[in-house]
């Protein structure tokens, strides 16, 4: 196989972003039959994607930009249907806290925030996704398609948004109606 083999490629992308790809469906869609279809979708695209990989951004920003287009894809054709909650494991309790009590406030305040960023605008979505996987705005900016600058700045109102909007009380969001956050 060549270094390039987009099968070897495909198993390596899978490996190192298999995880990321995961949370990212959970970002997109709340539903989980969807998400599998979605993360289905995902690999499919990813798979046939890299044979066209040219090696001029890495890997990694390869696969969170087929991610991506993919993600907008699907919530473009899903626009008209509600928003739903979504549990990300990946912002699952924390098993190490002190007591049933603090483990389960934690993993409301992390469902709170989940619906926020479900409330974001699509790119707004996109951009909070990733810089929770840990993408510099660099990254970002070459997923999809804003400036460096740009992109930070971004990164920075949506964190200022949340922080805004993010009360921890739960029966205060759930009244809260749904739509755009407050800005």
């Given at each position: ?14 490996a190192e972003h298999g995880e ?49 287009n993919v993600g907008a894809d ?63 705005a660099l990254e970002i900016a ?42």
């Open positions: 196989m060549s270094r390039d083999d987009p099968d070897r490629l495909y198993l390596e992308a899978q990321a790809m995961r949370r990212l469906v959970r970002g997109y869609e709340a539903d989980a039959d969807l998400q599998r279809d979605l993360l289905q979708e995902m690999h499919i695209e990813l798979w046939r994607s890299l044979k066209g990989f040219d090696r001029r951004c890495s890997l990694r920003t390869w696969v969170y930009r087929v991610a991506h699907h919530i473009t054709k899903r626009r008209n249907v509600r928003e739903r909650l979504v549990e990300l494991e990946a912002l699952s309790f924390d098993p190490a806290a002190p007591s049933v009590e603090a483990r389960e406030r934690r993993r409301e305040d992390l469902a709170d925030l989940q619906k926020l960023i479900h409330r974001l605008a699509p790119l707004d979505r996109q951009i909070i996704l990733l810089y929770l996987e840990g993408a510099t070459d997923v999809t398609g804003l400036t460096p600058g740009n992109t930070a700045t971004k990164i920075h109102r949506i964190k200022k948004i949340l922080q805004r909007n993010f009360s921890g009380d739960a029966h205060e969001q759930q009244e809260r109606p749904t739509g755009s956050l407050e800005r």
